[in-house]
């Protein structure tokens, strides 16, 4: 923020550095200069983070109470400068701020203690580091401190540029760096070398060492992304076996077609106590198989969720550019001037070195990352069971390695607390509230340091900047922690790994390596593009009885699949989209792709069996009853901790209000416990409402609105309250309708949501108004919500390509004419006699939607959301309208047969269990259901539960559907 930092702090420690220098033994005079410079640069600016904000309150101070006269915010800015260059002022901050000069000291004389260290291991080393430069000379032309966190007295990570090359120096012990690497020549010798997994060659010295600068290449050709890719996989199966954790994108470089870890010294990571998240037992299972997985390694894409890093994925493979969300990180705004001020910007998230191509496709290289974690997986099983793997791992016992005992990211907040002005007028006060925030994450979060005395001591460094570190031996498992505290007792951390890796199962493992590759995308765009479904041969005999055989296989396949909890609960692992993107985990509670959608979905199978349409699968009623207990504890868990919901029809509390209508329809609840269950769900909306609200219908405002017209339906008199919500937010959407080209739309900060679609655009919004217009009657939402789907026409002969969404097509549920067509048909269902011209609008988009699903919706995979299944409904919708000429025993035949032959796919690279109804098996088997021409199941492509009693039996709804030619 100021180019002046404390000159009369830092100029004295600077000068007494240079002196000590000069009488460091082997070192030039140009390699003194060089550690000087760099030592003052990363410490004028360590030293400029820590006092931007005090400066930024005492120039406002000044500017207010008339001590800055110049005519002009720059010129005040200037006058300002000057001030603060004085040592006079920093020493009248003393009174507001008595603890910030002694700080500073502290911090000041840490890190120059720090660099003169770094000069005397290099000057005494250097004749030992020649090898890994190959062989280059060691004379020292660039340094760069402070790459990575400082830690234990000012600490950090530094690059040295030599004429030769270049040299990490670490200020830790390196030794778990060389065991490593002795292992993976052991247990991967007869891989070729050129591709093989590898860490940086290592020199060790006791307490520190030097290790080799890795340089990043992309590789060359699909050959060596293969190998690369292969790799990936291989580390995987060594950071199972060795419990490793912590590998995110910075401690991963993609060296040719060689992923190179960096930094691995968090081996042999204590597994935390499980949590109980009060949605089941089921749920807390699932968690703790994930918690203890190949997810825990951090090499697995996965979702951010840290205070200005939620929907990140930091991880060691992912990190993908134009995946990422932008980050929002503090800066000074208005710098140069007297106006100067602390706020927050959206930067874009950098690309690391872990890439191996500048446009890597991850999902298309995933099966080999999958191959690699299976075979050498079953070769270290193999080398297990032959008794020879134990003696290969005896020399990690007593090699020190760290403990991640609290994320880096909650560190940096308490620090930044710690500097603020408010903190250092009163320290005693700061410390203990930070003392009271790590405290009370250990009640919430068991497995955190909780002695009084070692938080004590983590206050006390982030005091001075550093960041609390803590290390062990494998072998033996107790702490020791910052200020040279210790934590827990002695726990044989190597035995512990080596039995959870025993236990693990790994069709469990293969299945989270499997899912884990959606984690990398932040939207459905990254789906393959290629045809992946097309059956070779279409079949058209025995339909019924082949659709029955499939329905019941997807039924028993979710049933072997789930995890069960002795409380008779039961979820799933696998891809959940959440608001901050893909991330393996137990499913959640909604429709899209939870289990709100699989206790849907096993409900219609069962009311289908008692009518007779499909084939008795024994497991379903117990497993629905298992489902049902899950969901009526995470809605009872979310309503007791008063949790804040998005308001989605597919993600939210929308969803859940539609769920549990639709499920009483069934049959599978009572009315009562149905009403009761959705009207618990309102208590999060009211909040949903505020601030940045989605306006879409996938996620967002528009998507709770016929939920609750369906509720205020379903109680004898009406629901106020849901009614009330109900208008509430189309009065919130009418109020945030832009209108451009005479066309209104909804903001949105995802460029990847068409402006027009059904998810998150203008058809899904538009439905929505239209709806609650029905019921109130109000002019202006109907007027609204008319304009709002004008352009679908359009929209559909475009066919538009969007950003960040390569391989979607104008077919699909979210962006397309999948939705478009279910809106209208809906439209067209519901317009009114004496408006032949809307019904003539409605009839053309949906011939439209039609013929756009019919060539380019088939073939990809076979989902609702975006495969054969979500045209099949558009296709059968138009028929039934008579909009278009379809053969729905060939469509039908076309389906089967695809499913038949490719087994039923959700298209995820990867090849993972998708569970849920829209995104996954769940909607194909739904659809399945409804193809028979007699099923009453309402369809689930918009959030609406319908009315009335479905276990009554029902009339043939599809009869008469036209069969033509071709």
């Known amino acids: 923020m100021n180019d002046t930092v404390p000159g009369h702090l830092l100029e004295p420690a600077l000068l007494r550095l240079a002196a000590r220098l000069g009488t460091v033994p082997g070192l030039a005079e140009a390699e003194r200069d060089v550690l ?56 009248s901050l003393g009174g507001h701020y008595p603890t910030l000069l002694p700080r500073l000291r502290r911090v000041i004389g840490n890190r120059c203690a720090a660099a003169l260290r770094l000069a005397r291991r290099f000057g005494s080393d250097r004749a030992a580091l020649g090898p890994l430069m190959d062989g280059g000379g060691t004379g020292l032309v660039e340094v760069e401190f402070a790459a990575g966190d400082s830690h234990r007295g000012g600490q950090t990570v530094v690059l040295l540029g030599c004429e030769g090359g270049s040299v990490a120096y670490k200020p830790r012990p390196v030794t778990v760096d060389r065991a490593l690497a002795r292992f993976l020549e052991r247990v991967l010798h007869a891989e070729p070398s050129g ?32 190998a690369f890719h292969r790799g990936l996989g291989h580390w995987l199966a060594v950071m199972l076996l060795l419990g490793g954790s912590d ?119 995933w099966d080999q990352v999958v191959a690699g974690f299976t075979e050498l997986t079953e070769r270290l099983r193999g080398l297990d069971g032959a008794g020879e793997l134990e003696p290969m791992l005896a020399g990690f016992a007593d090699v020190p390695v760290r403990v991640v005992a609290r994320s880096t990211e909650l560190y940096a907040e308490l620090g930044r607390m710690l500097w603020h002005p408010a903190s250092l007028h009163d320290e005693p006060a700061a410390r203990a509230r930070a003392e009271a925030v790590l405290a009370r994450q250990a009640d919430d979060v068991p497995g955190r340091p909780d002695d009084p005395a070692v938080i004590a001591a983590e206050v006390a460094d982030l005091l001075v900047a550093d960041v609390p570190v803590y290390s062990t031996t494998p072998g033996s498992g107790v702490l020791t922690g910052p200020r ?31 899912s884990a590759v959606v984690g990398a995308y932040l939207n459905d765009g990254w789906l393959r593009g290629e045809r992946t479904v097309g059956p070779r041969r279409v079949r058209a005999s025995d339909l019924d009885r082949r659709r029955r055989s499939a329905a019941a296989g997807i039924v028993r396949g979710l049933a072997a699949s789930a995890v069960r909890g002795d409380d008779g609960s039961a979820t799933w692992i696998g891809p959940v989209l959440d608001p901050a993107g893909w991330a393996v985990l137990p499913l959640g509670p909604d429709m899209y792709g939870g289990t709100a959608g699989i206790a849907v979905l096993l409900s219609g199978y069962q009311h289908e069996v008692e009518h007779g349409r499909a084939d008795p699968v024994p497991e379903v009623a117990e497993l629905l009853r298992a489902v049902l207990r899950t969901l009526r504890d995470t809605g009872d868990a979310l309503l007791s901790a008063g949790a804040q919901e998005v308001a989605g029809g597919y993600l939210g509390a929308g969803s859940r209000i539609w769920a549990w209508l639709l499920l009483g329809r069934l049959g599978a609840v009572g009315r009562a416990e149905a009403v009761s269950r959705a009207s618990a769900a309102l208590a999060g909306l009211p909040a949903s409402l505020d601030g940045d609200a989605s306006p879409g219908l996938f996620d967002g405002l528009a998507g709770a609105v016929v939920p609750l017209l369906r509720l205020d339906e379903h109680v004898e008199g009406g629901h106020a309250a849901a009614a009330a919500l ?96 279910v809106v209208a048909a809906d439209e067209l269902r519901r317009a009114a006699p004496g408006d032949p011209m809307g019904a003539a609008r409605w009839r053309a988009v949906l011939a439209r939607a039609a013929q756009v699903c019919r060539a380019d919706g088939f073939g990809r995979d076979h989902t609702l959301a975006h495969g054969d299944l979500g045209a099949w409904e558009v296709l059968t919708l138009a028929a039934g309208a008579g909009v278009l000429d379809v053969d729905r025993e060939r469509l039908d035949a076309r389906v089967l047969s695809g499913i038949e032959e490719f087994g039923p796919s959700s298209g995820f690279a990867g090849n993972p269990l998708v569970p849920g109804l829209l995104p996954g098996v769940g909607g194909v088997a739904y659809q399945l259901l409804r193809m028979h021409p007699g099923c009453p199941l309402p369809s689930v492509l918009l959030p609406d539960p319908g009315a009335g009693d479905l276990t009554a039996p029902a009339q043939p709804s599809a009869a008469g559907l036209p069969r033509v030619r071709g």
Not at 36 to 49: C, F, G, M, Y
Not at 280 to 302: E, I, K, M, Q
Not at 750 to 775: F, T
Request: with cysteine; proline share 7%; aromatic share 6%.
């Open 36 to 91: 000087h410079a760099a030592a003052e640069s990363a410490l004028r600016d360590t030293v400029r983070r820590l006092i931007d904000r005090v400066l930024l309150l005492e120039l406002h101070a000044a500017r207010l109470t008339g001590r800055l006269t110049a005519a002009d915010p720059a010129a005040r800015w200037a006058e300002w400068q000057a001030q603060t260059a004085t040592p006079a002022f920093w020493t």
């Open 195 to 226: 591709t093989r997994i590898r860490v940086p060659e290592a020199v060790a010295r006791g307490g520190y060492g030097w290790v080799e600068y890795v340089e990043h290449r992309y590789c060359d050709g699909d050959e060596e992304l293969r």
């Open 726 to 821: 109900a208008g509430e937010i189309g009065s919130r959407l009418v109020a945030a309708a832009e209108t451009h080209d005479g066309l209104p739309r909804w903001g949105s900060t995802d460029p990847s949501h068409d402006p027009a679609g059904v998810a998150h655009g203008a058809a899904g919004i538009g439905w929505a108004l239209s709806r609650l217009a029905a019921v109130t009657g109000n002019a202006a939402v109907a007027a609204l919500a008319a304009a709002a789907v004008r352009e679908a026409p359009e929209h559909l002969a475009a066919e538009p390509q969007r950003p960040g969404h390569p391989a979607m097509v104008a077919a699909t549920w979210a962006h397309g004419a999948g939705g478009i067509g």
């Open 247 to 365: 590998l995110h994108a910075e401690n991963l470089i993609a060296a040719g077609p060689v992923p190179v870890v960096v930094d691995c010294e968090t081996l042999f990571t204590p597994l935390p106590p499980a949590l109980e998240l009060g949605f089941g037992d089921a749920t807390d299972r699932a968690a703790a198989l994930l918690g203890r997985s190949v997810l825990s390694t951090g090499l697995l894409p996965d979702r951010g969720v840290a205070l200005g890093w939620r929907g990140i994925d930091p991880s060691g493979i992912g990190s993908l550019p134009g995946q990422q969300p932008a980050a929002e990180l503090q800066v000074i705004l208005d710098a140069g001037t007297d106006q100067a001020r602390v706020g927050r910007a959206r930067v874009e998230v950098p690309m690391e070195r872990n890439l191996p191509s500048p446009d890597p496709v991850l999902g298309a290289y």
């Open 484 to 514: 040279g505290t210790t934590w827990k007792t002695a726990d044989d951390l190597f035995a512990g790994t080596l039995h959870r890796w025993r236990a693990a199962d790994l069709g469990v493992e293969r299945q989270v390596v499997r």
